[in-house]
Every structure is written in C-alpha cells, then in structure tokens.
C-alpha cells in the first residue's frame, strides 16, 4: 500500500507523505503544499490538524484510551503517585527509587516563596479570580528568576525552573485562597506528600494544623494524575505556542493558564458544580433541565458533557466516578448534588440527541463533586486542574525545543474587504 496521497488542484499535482506514529495513526504532511501549490489548508478550531509529531501522550477518542509514555492511565490511577507520574511524563520513564527520591526533594525545596511575592498578593481584591492571580504570579515568579528565562532542555537550566514551577504553584494557589480570605499564608511542610502539603497550605490554621485523611490525599493525588496531561488540548497548544517565540517556561505556563480557565476547557469543572448547584437549589426537575441542554434557542449545556476527542468515553472520567462513591463514603458525606449528576448521566446516556452526538460525561463531570467532597471551594477547581497539568505543560514546552521547532504562525484565508481608497471624514 502506497504510504503516499495525491493531491490534484486545477493544473497542479502534489504527493503528499504519509507519517504514521506507533500507534498507527497517520496525517498527511503538507509541509511543502504551499511552497509547490500557492495553497494552504483550512482547518478552524483546529479539529484535524495535527501540529507535532508527540512521545508524550496517546488518546484513542475512539475506544476511550488515554495513556502517559506508553502506561495505561488506569494502571498509573491504581499505582502510582502523582510525583511519579509527574517525573514519567516530564522525563519519559518510570523513575527509579533514587531518581524519585531525588526528585521529590527538588520539588520540596522549591515550596517557598519569595517573601517579596506578599505584596503582590495583596496588591489583588479580594474577589480576584484565582486563576487570574494564578496566570499573574507564574509570571511574577520570572521576575524572581531572571537566571532561568531560557529555552533549555537538559541540566539545572531546565530542570531547576520546572521543579519551581511544579512546587511553587501550590502555594501560589493556596496563598491567593487565603489572601481572599484574609487569612495568614502557611509555611509549606516538606515532611507531608506533594498533595497532603497542598492540603496543608490551603486548610491549616495557626494553632490548628490540618491533618489530611489518608483518602482525601490519595483522592487529590488521584485527581492530579487524571490531570497530568492531555495532548493537544486549548491550553497544551497555548503552552506550545508561546513557547515557540522561545518565551520562557513560566510565561509559556502562564498562557496556558490563561487557556485552561475558559468554561468550554478546564473551567468546566466549575461550572458543572454552578449547573447541578441551581438544578438542586430551584428545584428544577433534571428532565426539564435535559430538554434544555438540547434545546438550540437555550443557552444552557450539560456542562462536563462532550469532548473534542473521545467519542466512546472519558476513561478519566470512569476513574473518577469510582473514586467519589469510596471517597463521600469514607468522609460519611452524602451530596445530593451527586445524585442529581447520576440522574443526569442516566438520561443522558439513554437519550437519542446525546447518543448519535457522543456526548459523555468528560473529567469534569465527576472531579468538581470529588473536589467539593474534599473540602475545596468551587472558584479553586480549575486551580487545582492547573496544578495537575503542570507537568504535561512542561514536558510539552521541552519536547517542543528539544524537536526545535519553528515558531507557530498559523496562516488564514483572508474575507475582508478588497482594497479601496481612503475616505475622507465629511464622505462618511
Ligand atoms: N450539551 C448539549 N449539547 C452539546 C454539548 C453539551 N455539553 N456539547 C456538545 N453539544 C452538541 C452541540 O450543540 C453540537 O450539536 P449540533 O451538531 O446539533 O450543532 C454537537 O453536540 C457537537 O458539539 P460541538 O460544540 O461542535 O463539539 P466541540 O468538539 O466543538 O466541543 C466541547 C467540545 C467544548 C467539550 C463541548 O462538548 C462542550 O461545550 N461541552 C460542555 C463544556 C465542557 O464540559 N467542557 C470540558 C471539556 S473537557 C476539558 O476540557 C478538560
């Protein structure tokens, strides 16, 4: 079978080569086709374009199949930590005992931040959005490093600025939660878990330390690890392409923040809360709120349903729908805003307009009842999808430089209005 297409316009003739990745998915390179035909290829929200060839991350939408490195995510959900996983998608192997000894200490010794970052927190209103402060601070953090604005891949130049990154943005998170809060900021505690510390930064009171539930940190972690990356999602892409004007790594995660707050991306995982919240509190009959979300003249949606990607299920979504049933039973915690979800996804499920459409409950479904349980307020939700993603951000933005590849610059199929001459103000 020819590993070759053709491509025929008007009187020109192109071959086109075929690139197939390891799993047998294949994209044609259309590298040369403007150079040899004057045209390019139109393709808005990018829906079937591929922008990298990727060792990171494998999603079959198809049959529900996400894997980091090659490790089935139900595998890594089971078995792993959220620091190993971390390592494994930043560095592309399983580490070993030494090399995640080494690496957690990295990250442990990073938990502080510079005292002078205080004013900047407080220079923010209460009401600031945590991700706006978020997507602020990770770029104030450069300004704190001015040594590490570069584009390596190897060494301390770039294994320093990630391990910063990685731990400082759970203080940065819980220092902004607590700023709005008016409460004092608490110094991490190196001796707790990467989630367990978090757990104590955002929940610790002065005489009054926080002592996670053994199931509460292995859900956060959990829930981390579900997280760690994603491909080529919105903010994935942001990251690549800030990167790619080799702006450094902090600002390059800074626009990825700004990307994953959107409600259509990371923010979701708020709003599905915000949904299920006004459905329980009015008092409106799921049915009804159904025939809305179908409805083309309503502006509802069944938020954490429908993805780009999978058309059969979120296997992420699956994992987290089992842990909320152990976690609200090992709390004794009964939501019933979880069964209000379940009826949703019930009906959903069974109704034709979901069905032929392939909308099924994606990450977001599940994870904003798993972080209610877990005591954290809605407006850090997509916080704390931020700091799962860190890693998969990271070892985009690496993978990217290590490829070197050229600056993304998209093209367009230009509309507008053809040439005309200037008119004079007395004309208009
Ligand atoms: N509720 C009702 N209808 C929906 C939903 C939904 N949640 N999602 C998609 N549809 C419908 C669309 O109206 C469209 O119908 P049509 O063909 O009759 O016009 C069809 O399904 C296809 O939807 P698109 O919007 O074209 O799908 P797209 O791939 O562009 O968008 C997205 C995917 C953004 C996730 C969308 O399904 C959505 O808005 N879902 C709700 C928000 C959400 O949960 N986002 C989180 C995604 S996961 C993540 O980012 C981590």
């Known amino acids: 079978m020819s ?5 025929k316009y008007q009187d020109k003739e192109i071959e086109l080569d075929a690139i197939t990745g390891t799993e047998e998915e294949t994209g044609l390179d259309i590298t040369q086709l403007r150079a040899k035909t004057g045209l390019i290829t139109l393709d808005p929200g990018y829906a079937n374009t591929g922008s990298c060839t990727s060792d990171i991350t494998f999603i079959d939408g198809e049959k529900g199949i996400l894997r980091y490195r090659g490790y089935a995510i139900e595998e890594l959900a089971e078995k792993s930590t959220f620091m190993e996983t971390a390592y494994l998608v930043l560095y592309g192997e399983l580490p070993t005992t030494e090399q995640l000894a080494l690496f957690e200490k990295q990250i442990s010794d990073e938990s502080y931040l510079h005292y002078g970052m205080k004013g900047h927190f407080e ?8 991700m706006a402060v978020l997507s602020a601070m990770l770029n104030v953090l450069s300004c704190y490093n001015t040594d590490l604005l570069t584009t390596a891949t190897e060494g301390p130049k770039f294994t320093v600025p990630a391990a910063k990154i990685i731990s400082k ?24 878990s990467y989630s367990g510390n978090f757990l104590h930064l955002m929940f610790s009171q002065t005489f009054d330390m926080y002592e996670p539930h053994p199931d509460v940190e292995r859900a956060l ?6 997280h760690a ?6 903010s994935t892409s942001t990251v690549r392409m800030v990167g790619s004007s080799h ?26 809360i915000k949904m299920l919240t006004k459905i329980h509190e009015e008092g409106i009959k799921p049915r009804d709120f159904v025939e809305k979300a179908k409805d083309k003249n309503s502006p509802e949606k069944l938020m954490g349903f429908g993805h780009r990607v999978y058309k059969s299920f979120d296997p992420r979504a699956k994992i987290l729908k089992g842990q ?14 979880l069964d209000i979800a379940y009826e949703l996804e019930e009906m959903a499920r069974s109704e034709e307009y979901f069905i032929e459409r392939n909308l099924y409950p994606n990450v977001d479904f599940y994870s904003g009842i798993l972080l209610r349980a877990i005591g954290i307020p809605v407006n850090m939700f997509t916080v704390l999808f931020a700091i799962g993603r860190m890693p998969g951000w990271i070892a985009n933005w690496r993978e990217m430089h290590v490829q070197s590849l050229r600056i993304s610059r998209p093209r367009q199929i230009y509309t507008g209005a053809t040439l005309r001459d200037y008119t004079p103000m007395e004309q208009r």
């Open 169 to 192: 943005v759970r203080a940065i998170a819980a220092w902004a939660y607590r700023t709005s809060q008016g409460k004092p900021f608490m110094p991490p505690r190196p001796d707790l």
């Open 229 to 234: 990356d994603h491909e080529q999602n919105c």
């Open 247 to 272: 702006a450094s790594m902090f600002s390059a995660v800074s626009a990825g923040v700004g990307a994953l707050w959107g409600p259509l991306h990371g923010g979701a995982n708020c709003e599905v």
């Open 3 to 7: 590993d070759k297409a053709t491509l």
């Open 324 to 337: 909320v049933d152990a976690v609200l039973k090992a709390l004794n915690i009964s939501d019933p805003l």
């Open 123 to 130: 220079g923010f209103p209460d009401k600031a959005p945590p």
């Open 221 to 226: 972690d959990l829930f981390l690890i579900l």
